[in-house]
Antibody, heavy 122, light 107 residues
Framework: EVQLVESGGGLVQPGGSLRLSCAAS????????MTWVRQAPGKGLEWVAN????????YYVDSVKGRFTISRDNPKNSLYLQMNSLRAEDTAVYYC???????????????WGQGTLVTVSS | DIQMTQSPSTLSASVGDRVTITCRAS??????LAWYQQKPGKAPKLLIY???SLESGVPSRFSGSGSGTEFILTISSLQPDDFATYYC?????????FGQGTKVEIK
């Protein structure tokens, strides 16, 4: 069974840092693009970043460029999101998602974790 | 950036109704479009990809159509389990963007 389990969320002050993790199981993690998507309370979905199978390509939404870093550890079947200089507007549930693509092109998201809540507040 | 606009934002319907949700892209995205269903407190679930391909395990009452800039998600006969929020998402270039969502409520 494909499973994605996020962890690392919590309450952090503005300007602070947090590192999210996503543990993957039940599929060949190293064969898939992986993605972070977030959802602010009561709001819609926002794509945050994705990373190619070997980590050689990474893409970010403009609002997090220079502050967030996506990475992966294939031997550990893990995806990460390092979040620095956090702002109130980063408050959201952060979902880890598997990309359907096993090629060079990222596509859509066919499996999602349960999400981890990040709250940025003083 | 490609903007995705869904209509309506909220839809009230009854069990058995035929429901259609529209998603418009600000520029052509060919058929690079997916639809997701999300229930409160839960992660989104993939329903449709490549505009019209039904994800495995998704009931056949769900269907997708369209290409270019206009897309439609149709639920042929609304069931109690279908009351949820639906999102479209393009995967034609970066950044990936979602529509703002359409909430399907009980009438």
């Amino acid at each position: 069974e494909v499973q994605l389990v996020e962890s690392g969320g919590g309450l952090v002050q503005p300007g602070g840092s947090l590192r999210l993790s996503c543990a993957a199981s039940g599929f060949s993690f190293s064969g898939h693009w992986m993605t972070w998507v977030r959802q602010a309370p009561g709001k819609g979905l926002e794509w945050v970043a994705n990373i190619k199978q070997d980590g050689s390509e990474k893409y970010y939404v403009d609002s997090v460029k220079g502050r967030f870093t996506i990475s992966r550890d294939n031997p550990k079947n893990s995806l990460y999101l390092q979040m620095n200089s956090l702002r109130a507007e980063d408050t959201a549930v952060y979902y880890c998602a598997r990309d359907r693509s096993v090629s060079s092109w990222s596509l859509f998201f066919d499996c999602w974790g349960q999400g981890t809540l990040v709250t940025v507040s003083s | 950036d490609i903007q995705m606009t869904q209509s309506p934002s909220t839809l009230s319907a009854s069990v058995g109704d035929r429901v259609t949700i529209t998603c418009r892209a600000s520029q052509s995205i060919s058929s690079w479009l997916a639809w997701y269903q999300q229930k409160p407190g839960k992660a989104p679930k993939l329903l449709i990809y490549q505009a019209s391909s039904l994800e495995s395990g998704v009931p056949s009452r769900f269907s997708g159509s369209g290409s270019g800039t206009e897309f439609i998600l149709t639920i042929s006969s609304l069931q109690p389990d279908d009351f949820a929020t639906y999102y479209c998402q393009h995967y034609s270039g970066y950044p990936r963007t979602f529509g703002q969502g359409t909430k399907v409520e009980i009438k």
